[in-house]
Structures are given as C-alpha cells and as structure tokens.
C-alpha cells in the first residue's frame, strides 16, 4: 500500500467511524470527568473520616489519660487515707495497751492492798478467837470443881450415907 491509499484509507475511516470515535472519546472523557470527580469526593470524605476519626481518637486519648490521672490521684489519696488509718489505729493500740498495763498494775495494787487487808483481818479475827477461847477456858476453869475438891465432896457424902441407918 502506498501513501496516497494509506491516508484515503484513514480519511475513509475518518467518515465512517470519526464522529463514533469522537463520540466515545467524548463519553469517555466525561466518564473520567465523573471518576475525578467521584475519586475527588470519595477522597475528601476519606479525609473527613480520617480528620473526625482522628479527632474522637485524641479526645478519647485526652479521657483515657484524664481517667488514668485521676485514678492514679484517687489512689494515691487512698494510700494516704490508709497509711493515716493504720497510724491512727497503731497510736490506739499502743493507748489501749498502755491503758491494759494500766489497769493490771492498778488491779494489782488493788488486790496487793485487798490481800493485805484480808490477812491482817483474819489474823486480828484469829487473835480474837485465841483471846476469846483463853477467856472461856479461863472461865470454865474457874468453874470447874477441881479433882481434890471432887473428891472430898464425894468422900463427905459417902461417910454420909454411910452413917445414917
């Protein structure tokens, strides 16, 4: 083929399938206008997502992080309120110990003096039974008939009877 028949070929094919070409490539170039388009606005509502995504992520970051301050405040506030209830409750037991202490030295100096007490009674009572046994015994001796005197009364008596018919 020569050139002339090339370029009548293209000129043929202009006529015949041109205006389609033009057609299709018009078509096509709006076909890419709209997938710019839709690629531009699916694009920007990427960014949106990724924008209001990224934004909920750092509040929730800022919430995690005031969370975890104010339980580690709590908690320090707690250790505190512990340590202070361990040393008020240590500071009460070494009271009431020394109060126990206290108390038992107390209760027995009390006992020493009760004990004391009771056995100076007991021996006061004591000498008083002595003393009251050796008055009673005194007086029974004092009223007791001796054996001489005894036996004289009852020789008197025999010689007595023994005189009388």
């Known amino acids: 083929m020569s050139s002339d028949q090339q370029s009548s070929l293209d000129q043929v094919r202009e006529i015949l399938f041109g205006v389609q070409a033009k057609e299709i490539s018009a078509k096509f170039g709006e076909v890419d206008h ?8 699916v694009q920007r509502r990427f960014e949106g997502l990724e924008w209001g995504l990224r934004q909920e992520l750092a509040k929730t970051a800022e919430r995690i992080t005031a969370e975890a301050t104010q339980r580690q405040t709590d908690l320090e506030s707690h250790a505190e309120r512990l340590e202070e209830v361990s040393r008020d409750l240590q500071a009460k037991f070494e009271q009431l110990d020394q109060q126990i202490k206290a108390s038992e030295s107390a209760l027995r100096e009390e006992m020493d ?53």
Request: glycine share 0%; aromatic share 4%; proline share 2%.
């Open 113 to 165: 003096v009760r004990l004391r007490q009771l056995s100076h009674d007991l021996t006061l009572r004591c000498d008083q039974m002595v003393r009251d046994f050796h008055q009673r015994s005194d007086t029974l001796d004092k009223r007791k008939v001796d054996r001489q005197s005894l036996r004289d009364i009852l020789h008197s008596l025999a010689d007595q009877m023994s005189d009388e018919p």
């Open 34 to 41: 709209h997938f710019q388009q839709y690629r531009d606005d």
